[in-house]
């Protein structure tokens, strides 16, 4: 489930918030644009594991349909099947899940 807009922001403003306070992050622009860039990045992220995650519902049920060798299509997981095509497309776009 994605998180709401307005989950996204105050998860961006508490990161920031505490990169600051830990010396970690110094800013040299305001709060918001940070804020708003984090938030941005974080939306982006979503979004993209999302798509992989549409592209291995669609591929699983392919693979499903379509057997494996040696398999009966009843003994197939399609949720097993998408974990595993999910996992191999994130490697693929080197994306971390």
Same mark, same amino acid.
């Given at each position: 489930?994605?998180?709401?807009?307005?989950?996204? +922001? $105050?998860? #961006? /403003?508490?990161?920031?918030?505490? @990169? !600051?306070?830990?010396?970690?992050?110094?800013?040299?622009?305001? &709060?918001?644009?940070?804020?708003?860039?984090?938030?941005?990045?974080?939306?982006?992220?979503?979004?993209?594991?999302?798509?992989? +995650? $549409?592209? #291995? /519902?669609?591929?699983?049920?392919? @693979? !499903?349909?379509?057997?494996?060798?040696?398999?009966?299509?009843? &003994?197939?997981?399609?949720?097993?099947?998408?974990?595993?095509?999910?996992?191999?497309?994130?490697?693929?776009?080197?994306?971390?899940?």
């Amino acid at each position: 489930m994605r998180p709401s807009p307005g989950q996204v +922001e $105050r998860v #961006a /403003e508490s990161l920031v918030r505490r @990169l !600051v306070q830990a010396d970690v992050l110094t800013l040299t622009t305001s &709060d918001e644009k940070v804020r708003a860039r984090f938030a941005d990045i974080l939306n982006r992220n979503f979004q993209e594991e999302a798509d992989i +995650e $549409r592209e #291995a /519902e669609a591929e699983a049920a392919k @693979l !499903v349909r379509q057997g494996a060798p040696g398999v009966r299509r009843e &003994d197939l997981d399609l949720r097993r099947v998408e974990q595993l095509v999910k996992q191999r497309l994130a490697q693929a776009r080197k994306f971390p899940l």
